[in-house]
């Protein structure tokens, strides 16, 4: 008789998204490397926007289960992938420039990696399937969101961009799979892959969701107060 080999399911689903949360926090702060660089950020600003990015969805996912202290906070491994992912790009950033939008390819890769991650965290918690498919949507748009805010851009979530759908959607494959015993690790790809794809997809044929009819007049009211804005201010002085 072979001996009975057993199989720590808990351990393997922890490992899984260690793993998953470490690729999207590497990926992710090279996102966030990208654009300080692009803003001509020194080597220290740099480095803090390559963690704010790479962490932020993630902490706020931690706390909102009850993971505290969070594990970006916790695990060394985190913070040391942000500063190599913020030092690669830092000094060979010549190089990554080659690659055609760098910034929103390594965006949508930790988008998907993160999404999938952070639902399968939530799952691990107990949490109910739709909710852990929408905590595993704000874990991948949390790190955007944060580096544009800094950044004193948009967030892409809050634009019509197709991003928090992409997550959304990976995230959900993720818990889909779960639901009916799928191996993780392959609903894991699944849905990482969707996102992905979903993302980049977006970019290339230039996909929005509905924008209300109302932006345009929006658009000009604004640009039309910019116009005015110099001349009243002369008037004054």
């Known amino acids: 008789m072979f001996p009975t080999v057993s199989l720590d399911v808990s351990a393997a689903l922890r490992t899984l998204v260690l793993t998953l949360d470490l690729l999207g926090t590497f990926v992710f702060a090279l996102s966030g490397a990208v654009a300080g660089v692009r803003r001509r950020l020194d080597l220290f600003g740099v480095l803090v926007l390559s963690f704010v990015a790479a962490n932020s969805g993630g902490i706020l996912r931690d706390l909102l289960i009850g993971a505290a202290p969070p ?96 997550a959304l959607a990976g995230a959900s494959v993720l818990v889909a799979g779960d639901a009916l015993h799928l191996p993780s690790t392959a609903s894991a790809c699944a849905g990482a892959a969707l996102c992905f794809g979903l993302r980049l997809a977006a970019i290339r044929y230039d996909w929005h969701l509905p924008v209300a ?25």
């Open 71 to 166: 594990a970006a906070i916790r695990d060394w491994r985190y913070l040391a992938a942000s500063l190599l992912a913020g030092v690669l790009i830092f000094f060979w950033y010549p190089t990554i420039r080659q690659l055609r939008s760098p910034v929103l390819v390594f965006d949508a890769a930790g988008l998907a990696l993160f999404c999938v991650a952070g639902a399968q965290k939530a799952l691990v918690f107990g949490l109910e399937p739709v909710m852990a498919a929408l905590l595993g949507m704000l874990t991948g748009v949390g790190g955007g969101i944060a580096r544009d805010v800094l950044l004193s851009e948009i967030p892409a979530v809050l634009r019509s961009d197709v991003y928090a759908v992409a």
């Open 213 to 237: 009819h109302a932006s345009e007049q929006a658009a000009v009211d604004a640009e039309a107060a910019e116009r005015r804005q110099p001349t009243s201010t002369k008037d004054k002085s």
